[in-house]
């Protein structure tokens, strides 16, 4: 590695506009052979849509590509996969019921070709996962991999197609510290056979763990870059964020009685995420518990259950004291619940209904809004726009189709359509995903300042950060089970970490026992 | 080529697309009747002079367009919730049946209560047909559309069966015809000596009840959440099963007043011929109404008017009705696109 | 027992296969078309087009196959309009899958009415013949039945092989395959999902028309019209009957089509003479519908059918 660097990539002043937004503002920089440069920025900071660029998905307005010196045609996946670029997008692009070795070699080889090559491509898919550590069976179809697992199958993807630039976004959202390691130690193998690699990621830690140097984004602009040995994670938290990141200050107070509890639930599973297997969990008010885990350990399962969308197939939810019988969104709605949906667009809301109409979207049988079957608009507008008021929700007005909105305002109008109704009871799944830091500060000071008047909060997170700034409770949630509660600052991220990844549960079952 | 969501869409944006696809539908037409070796403007002169040039024709275009309005609302309704009713055809017979079934004499009833009954049990038999494919749709997930269509064959055979046994009228000279109403089952005219009947006034009037519905009432809110969103509306507690099994009744009932309204406004006998498509021709009333409940009104007519044209237009210049069938597929594909380019912008990678 | 009876005979068998070949035709089809995410209700119409127009070459004095590839021709056409609204376009697929069955339909009933403007009975053409393949067709039971048919009826054989083989060894197969599943993980790969998905159904729709044109060429030697008579809906079902996979579809239509012939038979019989004859021609319509219902429990529909892919939608 004496030799001087071959620059592998290099990205000239990338402009890219949606409608008024511009979420890349004259972008460059470049990336050498066998180097791992990290994108680093918040949500919404651009990144995505700069290596959705690189990679073809989109065509930038003004700039260009270049790989190895050669520029890319704009908006050509194929060019930029037959230069070496390949891409592991945040959200997996595989298909569920094909099997590995299919998603792997799918459009490899000329699709007019008579012969599937199926030997030779399986022997190489073997001999790959033996070289760079990703153990994954040919034949399995993806549907009943595990998150870890998938991630395996879209790495191996690219370096099936001989890459020699790795584009990994937000690799370890999915993951757990223990299988982040893994993914590092994959890396470093594949850095050694002469790959460059881009890592997109907002957290610091891991930026400063497996980069070689950092690029920051705020705002779709460059702010910075430096080598991480030359930096910290204070500096870079400063470029980031525009200002150093403070963690919400949260007072202990002492927590009043149980206002939900599940006892012993246990539930099918989703597909392939698991569901709950004899949880007992208390909510209680002036609390807020996180509810760590991996995504697809069953949160969405707890989410349900809590937010009235299923029953347990044997155990029981309790409001009040009192065992329920009829469990549905509208009782749970009804007896308090104010839920904060995982996807803000797909369930949370209805793009083309207006704001008014999804403001009564939960409560529009109930007599505020309605008598006897009948509608009362007037009644319904009046309640959207004191949402729109009193919430900060920037928008035309009223009548606007949600769709319009962007994603911290459809959020706001979420946070008030469930606590305008008063809850004593406050699901949030995931409340922040996607969110700029202005919206994700808004929601955690509505969170705790419902919580400091005597609400029960259980916070659905993905984000262990995010998790354990807030909450004054901790579970982990693994294969459908739920650790015992950890106290604030009684665990640190490692240990959090090790239950995420499905040790520990047996220990306290034999202790109990 | 990629579609990009337009935010605040011009007037033009919004005007232009369906003028177009309206200006396509009528040079396609004009080459076919080309092709037919007549001339254009006069086939046009003639469909239109034959719709709407005397008030004979006018009033064929308004009766023709009575039944076109209830299985386009029937359809309307329907599309609203994304239930995909294509089984409009049998609906209407059941509809038709019924009518026949109490009004030839069984109930002995003066109008006043007799036309009412009738009503009530058309749209009773036209919600039970549907309520078959929309419980194995809700029950067992199998999809409407296919169901829908296979209904049709099957409901027409079973009508045909009927009409050859128990139904046969005994003086049909061995026709498949049913016995005739009795008088107190015929709508009366609207207006004396003007070969128009109640049922457009029915017609009308259901338009407008429907129109409330869907605006005003929460079970309208329902149908449409449910429509444009399943997931949201679930997770909202809206109980989207029953809303769809309700949205069904609505529109077989609707449907179903078509088959009544032929009978006893215009044909006073069921027979198998009873409807040329009414319940086909009525998803493209629905769609070029865009689901809009009054827009169904001007659409029916729209459509009627090709229909009763393009029949007189044939006797005189020899181009053959299936015309008006075509211009009627091409507007239909033609106007969901244009709708799609309102909205939307295609943009090139 | 007389049922029983027909059940053993080959004219019987005969009769099945003969009914099911144009439906394993647009039964493929539409099993492409579904296969790579589209569901195609133009089946019904581009089956009367197909009909008409094979019909019409071989009228007009082509030979049979150029016939055959004149309605493919035609269906293909149909399946491009179908495909560029419903895949770049993204429109409703069953707006526009309706729509194009009346299209086809009625510019197809136009075009028959401008070329033979004063017919009343419909004019015969000659055909396909039955051809036996030596040997076979003198197996007993099975030589009658198999070996003794048309070649248009082999070729629906040869295709549903073609199909297969395609559909599960080919890198082509396995694209059309994950547009069904996951159109993002094509477009991932650097594949083009619009032309995945326009390919399958233009071919797709070429098969539906040779299903028509099986009906004029091979089994009623004439063009009249309702003589699709819904059995384009019948072949949806078949679809989902047959789990989305061409061997399965092809045990579905026979099984299919030996009820159709069994009940045409049972109406000659002394049962038949005790109940109407509309009972026994329901059964068809009827058992699609059973068939769904069965089979929608376990039912593998591709993930992705029906949904629309816009790349870089965000």
Redesign the interface.
């Known amino acids: 590695m004496a030799d001087a660097p071959v620059e592998a990539l290099s990205l000239n002043a990338i402009t890219k506009r949606f409608g008024e937004l511009t979420a890349n503002d004259a972008v460059g920089f470049s990336v050498d052979k066998g180097e791992v440069v990290a994108l680093l920025g918040e949500n919404g900071a651009g990144k995505t849509t700069l290596m959705n660029i690189l990679f073809g998905q989109y065509t930038a307005d003004s700039g260009t590509v270049a790989v190895f010196g050669k520029t890319l045609p704009p908006g050509n996946s194929r060019a930029a996969l037959d230069a070496g670029v390949g891409m592991v997008h945040q959200h997996f692009s595989l298909a569920e019921n094909l099997t590995v070795q299919e998603n792997i070699t799918l459009g490899v080889r000329s699709l007019f070709s008579l012969r599937s090559g199926r030997a030779t491509a399986r022997a190489k898919i073997i001999d790959l996962s033996k070289k760079f550590h990703l153990v994954v069976s040919p034949d399995a179809r993806v549907a009943s991999l595990t998150v870890g697992e998938r991630q395996r199958v879209e790495i191996l993807k690219a370096l099936y197609r001989d890459v020699r630039i790795l584009i990994l976004d937000e690799p370890t959202a999915v993951l757990t510290p223990q299988e982040t390691d893994d993914l590092f130690a994959t890396l470093r193998l594949a850095i050694e056979s002469g790959l460059s690699i881009i890592f997109i990621s907002h957290k610091l830690h891991e930026v400063m763990a497996i980069a070689d140097r950092v690029v920051v984004l705020r705002h779709g602009k460059m702010i910075g870059g430096a080598r991480t040995q030359d930096t910290d994670k204070h500096a870079l938290a400063a470029m980031m964020m525009g200002t150093e990141a403070t963690a919400p200050q949260v007072e202990p107070i002492n927590p009043g009685p149980a206002l939900l509890e599940l006892q012993d639930v246990t539930t099918p599973n989703i597909g392939t995420a698991p569901g709950l297997k004899s949880v007992s969990l208390a909510l209680r008010a002036g609390q807020i518990i996180g509810l760590a885990g991996v995504s697809g350990n069953g949160q969405a399962a707890m989410a349900d259950v809590v937010g009235g969308l299923r029953s347990p197939s044997s155990g029981y939810v309790a409001l009040n004291g009192t065992r329920i019988q009829k469990w549905n969104p509208r009782t749970a709605v009804q007896s308090g619940i104010a839920r904060i949906p995982e996807d803000r667009h797909k369930t949370g809301t209805i793009s083309d209904f207006d704001l008014t109409e999804n403001a009564i979207l939960e409560r529009y049988k109930t007599a505020a809004f309605s008598t006897s079957g009948w509608l009362n608009w007037r009644k319904s507008r009046a309640f959207a726009q004191s949402i729109i008021d009193k919430y900060d929700v920037r928008c035309p007005g009223a009548d606007t189709p949600i769709r319009l909105l962007s994603g911290g305002n459809m959020q706001k109008l979420i946070l008030g359509r469930v606590l305008e109704a008063d809850p004593q009871i406050i699901l949030a799944n995931q409340p922040v995903r996607g969110l700029d830091i202005g919206a994700v500060n808004y929601v955690h000071g509505q969170l705790l300042a419902a919580r400091d008047r005597g609400a029960a909060v259980l916070l659905i997170s993905e984000d262990l950060d995010e998790v354990m700034a807030l909450s004054d409770v901790i579970h982990v949630i693994a294969g459908g089970r739920l650790s015992p509660a950890f106290g604030r600052a009684e665990m640190t991220p490692a240990q959090l970490g090790t239950w995420m990844a499905g040790q520990g549960f047996d220990e306290v079952v034999t202790h109990a026992s | 080529m990629r579609l990009e969501p337009i935010k605040n869409p011009s007037l033009a944006r919004n005007l232009l697309p369906p003028a177009l696809a309206l200006g396509a539908t009528v040079v396609i037409a004009s080459l076919l009747a080309m092709a037919a070796g007549a001339n254009p403007f006069s086939v046009f002169g003639l469909i239109l002079r034959g719709a709407f040039g005397s008030q004979f024709a006018l009033l064929e275009t308004l009766n023709r367009a009575t039944p076109l309005i209830f299985t386009g609302l029937a359809a309307a309704v329907a599309f609203r919730a994304k239930f995909w009713n294509i089984g409009a055809e049998a609906q209407l017979y059941a509809g038709a049946l019924l009518t026949v079934m109490l009004g030839t004499g069984v109930l002995p009833w003066p109008s006043i209560a007799l036309l009412p009954t009738l009503v009530v049990f058309s749209i009773l038999a036209g919600a039970f047909v549907l309520l078959i494919p929309a419980l194995l749709k809700t029950r067992f997930g199998v999809d409407e559309v296919v169901t829908t269509l296979l209904f049709n064959f099957i409901f027409l055979l079973f009508i045909s069966m009927l009409l050859e046994g128990p139904l046969k009228d005994p003086m049909g000279m061995g026709w498949p015809k049913s016995a005739r109403l009795i008088d107190e089952a015929r709508l009366p005219r609207l207006v004396d000596g003007l070969r128009l009947h109640w049922g457009f006034a029915l017609a009308i009037l259901s338009a407008f009840v429907i129109w409330i519905i869907q605006t005003r009432s929460t079970l309208g809110y329902e149908m449409r959440a449910v429509g444009l969103n399943k997931q949201a509306a679930a997770f909202a507690g809206i109980p989207v099963n029953l809303v769809l099994v309700k949205t069904a009744l609505l529109s077989g009932g609707l449907a179903a007043l078509a088959g009544f309204s032929e009978v006893a406004g215009v044909k006073a006998s069921l027979t198998l011929d009873l409807s040329p498509g009414f319940g086909y021709t009525g998803i493209i009333v629905a769609m070029l109404a865009l689901l809009h409940p009054l827009g169904v009104v001007v659409a029916a007519l729209f459509v009627a008017g090709i229909f009763v044209g393009a029949d007189s237009m044939s006797r005189a210049a020899g181009v053959p009705t299936y015309l008006a069938d075509i211009m009627l597929a091409a507007a239909l594909l033609l106007m969901v696109l244009a709708i799609m380019l309102t909205r939307f912008r295609v943009v090139r990678d | 027992m007389e049922i029983i009876d027909i059940l053993f005979t080959a004219s019987f068998w005969a009769a099945a296969i003969r009914i099911a070949s144009p439906l394993i035709f647009a039964t493929l089809g539409e099993l492409i078309c579904e296969r790579a995410g589209v569901l195609n209700?133009g089946i019904e119409g581009i089956m009367v087009a197909g009909a008409f127009a094979g019909w019409m070459a071989v009228y007009s004095g082509t030979g049979l196959w150029v016939g055959v590839a004149v309605a493919m021709l035609v269906g293909m056409l149909f399946g491009l309009?179908h495909s560029t609204?419903t895949v770049?376009?993204?429109?409703?697929q069953?707006?526009?899958g309706?729509?194009?069955t009346?299209?086809a339909?009625?510019?197809t009933?136009?075009a028959y009415?401008?070329a033979l403007p004063e017919v009343t009975s419909p004019p015969k053409i000659e055909a396909f013949q039955a051809f036996e393949i030596p040997i076979l067709s003198d197996i007993p039971l099975i030589g009658p039945a198999l070996f003794s048919q048309t070649p248009f009826t082999y070729l629906a054989f040869v295709l549903v092989a073609v199909v297969a083989v395609v559909l599960y060894?080919?890198?082509?197969g396995?694209?059309v395959?994950?547009a069904g599943?996951?159109p993002?993980?094509?477009?991932?790969?650097?594949?083009s999902v619009?032309a995945i998905r326009m390919g399958a159904v233009v071919v797709g729709s070429g098969f539906m028309a040779m299903g028509g044109a099986f009906l004029t060429m091979s089994a009623f030697d004439s063009f009249f019209f309702e003589m699709v008579?819904?059995r384009g809906?019948?072949c949806?079902?078949l679809v989902?009957f047959g789990s989305w996979r061409p061997g399965k579809a092809l045990l579905g239509a026979i099984l299919f089509a030996a009820f159709d012939a069994l009940q045409i038979r049972v109406q000659q019989t002394s049962l038949g003479s005790l109940l109407?004859y509309?009972?026994f021609?329901?059964m068809p319509?009827?058992l699609?519908?059973v068939a769904?219902?069965l089979m929608?429990?376990r039912a593998?529909v591709?993930?992705a059918l029906m949904v629309p892919f816009?790349?870089?939608e965000?």
């Not at chain 3, 770049?88 to 409703?92: K, T, V």
């Not at chain 3, 993002?184 to 594949?191: D, F, I, M, T």
């Open positions: 209700l309009l609204l770049p376009f993204g429109l409703s069953h707006v526009v309706l729509g194009v009346l299209l339909t009625s510019s009933y136009y009415r401008l060894r080919t890198p082509l396995l694209a395959r994950a599943e996951n993002a993980a094509v477009a991932a790969q650097g594949l619009t008579n819904g809906w019948i949806i079902a989902v109407p509309q009972i021609l329901t319509y009827i699609s519908i769904l219902v929608s429990r593998e591709p993930a816009n790349k870089g965000r």
